[in-house]
């Protein structure tokens, strides 16, 4: 009784030497540069995705892909690997059975004849948790698992957010093809005025060729519009899984008819830490390091091991259910203790204790990482909306000048140089004001992934 109660306490002492998990310290309050950690505003990232992204074809290529895509498929996959190792770990709280036959024959001396053998048995291990090392290997293998389905999570957020930036690059070409259409229109109108001009005498042929030489620049671009939309097309198509082929998209006559989803209130920093599937990732790898250690460390000491084995020893096989006879059985307990093993038990726990630092490391650097992505993009935004404000209103300007610079080329009161610097200004001013609203949708939906939403 005394070794019992002895083993006993030594277990508990023992267990308690285990290491125990601690967030590391992340110093929240500097998380994101411009956002508070007492800011109470909603968390987007709590916002599902399909409340965020309301266009319903957009919505139709996102379900698809969350089925197809190759990158979740493999992502799926790496999670039922996880789930084997875990389950795996899960059985060593359980005995192993073995079971075993044998037959031959057996000749004690020389004297003796040969005497027929056969032999049917089972054996049993079983080895008692007594210092939890088998307790941290099966938590180690279920941290693991949660790790692997965040880094599923992590694949669905990034695929989510691909698809809806390709898809708003297709109806931004749509835009931008529509616009080009719309000045080779214009330029068309606008060389058949000067060459009535040109009879009139008001304008020479250099005017004439000038204005033709614009109406090429701007057929150029359509070629590129074309091959733009269909590379895009065709990007889409792969990450739904599915050959390259046409995608839908809503249509729209102008830029503002283009609703794109917005990021309003990102909520506090902090909630970084349990929204980024990266993150939770990077979190659940650090305590399945630290289980590791615990492990490594508990296998320095004594195992207790229960054995067992039965069998049949008898000389032909209608002998075996002769019981008790010929029956054989044992039953035995012991403490073994590692003593020399040329250092490997040592070096298995200092490896396993780096791996924990490393793996700490790496979680204190994906959550510093998401914070400076958060505080890119939020400057990002800012910036991008600012610009598009301004772009506004130089396109707006510019197309009036472009329309009084016509009105009074025809009246005699301009010359077709003032018209064609005011075309090719409305015409750059357009097709960066397309450029940048996108840049502003990309911002947003690049916010919405980095804040940590579209995978809960």
Request: proline letters at 3%; charged letters at 20%; hydrophobic letters at 45%.
């Amino acid at each position: 009784m005394k070794k019992i109660i002895f083993i006993a306490v030594s277990a508990l002492l023992m267990a308690s030497c285990a290491v125990k998990y601690q967030q590391p310290a992340i110093d929240t309050d500097a998380l994101i540069r411009g956002v508070e950690s007492t800011d109470t505003t909603f968390d987007i990232a709590d916002i599902d995705w399909r409340e965020f992204y309301q266009d319903p074809l957009l919505r139709e290529l996102i379900d698809s892909a969350l089925l197809h895509n190759f990158d979740m498929k493999v992502a799926v996959a790496r999670i039922e690997q996880a789930s084997a190792y875990f389950k795996q770990g899960k059985s060593a709280f359980f005995p192993s059975l073995g079971a075993n036959a044998s037959a031959g024959y057996t000749k004690p001396d020389l004297a003796s004849s040969q005497t027929p053998y056969f032999s049917l048995g089972a054996n049993l291990s079983w080895e008692i948790d007594i210092w939890g090392k088998i307790s941290s290997v099966k938590r180690g293998k279920y941290e693991a698992l949660l790790a692997q389905e965040s880094t599923k999570n992590a694949v669905r957020t990034k695929l989510i957010s691909d698809i809806s930036k390709a898809y708003y690059t297709l109806v931004m070409l749509d835009t931008e093809k529509k616009f080009i259409e719309e000045t080779i229109r214009n330029r068309e109108e606008y060389l058949a005025t000067i060459k009535e001009l040109k009879k009139a005498a008001q304008v020479t042929e250099v005017a004439v060729l000038q204005a033709e030489a614009q109406l090429m620049v701007a057929k150029t671009y359509l070629p590129d519009i074309q091959h733009a939309i269909f590379q895009t097309e065709n990007t889409i198509s792969l990450l739904i899984g599915v050959p390259p082929m046409e995608i839908k998209r809503c249509s729209v006559e102008t830029l503002e008819d283009i609703h794109f989803p917005q990021v309003e209130q990102t909520g506090v920093p902090a909630a970084l830490l349990r929204n980024r599937p990266d993150v939770l990732a990077a979190e659940h790898s650090l305590k399945s390091a630290l289980e590791g250690f615990n492990s490594a460390k508990a296998a320095m000491y004594p195992s207790l091991n229960i054995t067992g084995n039965i069998s049949t020893d008898a000389a032909q096989i209608s002998q075996w259910f002769a019981m008790p006879g010929s029956l054989l059985y044992g039953v035995f307990a012991g403490l073994t203790q590692p003593i020399f093993q040329g250092r490997t038990l040592r070096t298995q726990k200092d490896v396993a204790y780096q791996e924990y630092q490393i793996s700490a490391i790496n979680f204190q650097e994906s959550v510093l990482s998401a914070g400076t992505e958060v505080s890119n993009l939020l400057s990002a935004l800012k910036a991008d909306k600012e610009k598009v404000i301004y772009m506004t209103k130089q396109t707006i300007a510019l197309d009036k000048a472009y329309e009084y610079s016509v009105e009074l080329l025809i009246n005699g009161y301009a010359n077709y140089l003032d018209v064609l610097s005011a075309q090719e200004g409305l015409f750059n001013s357009k097709i960066a004001l397309i450029m940048g609203l996108q840049e502003c949708i990309n911002d947003n939906i690049d916010l919405y992934r980095a804040l940590g939403g579209g995978w809960n």
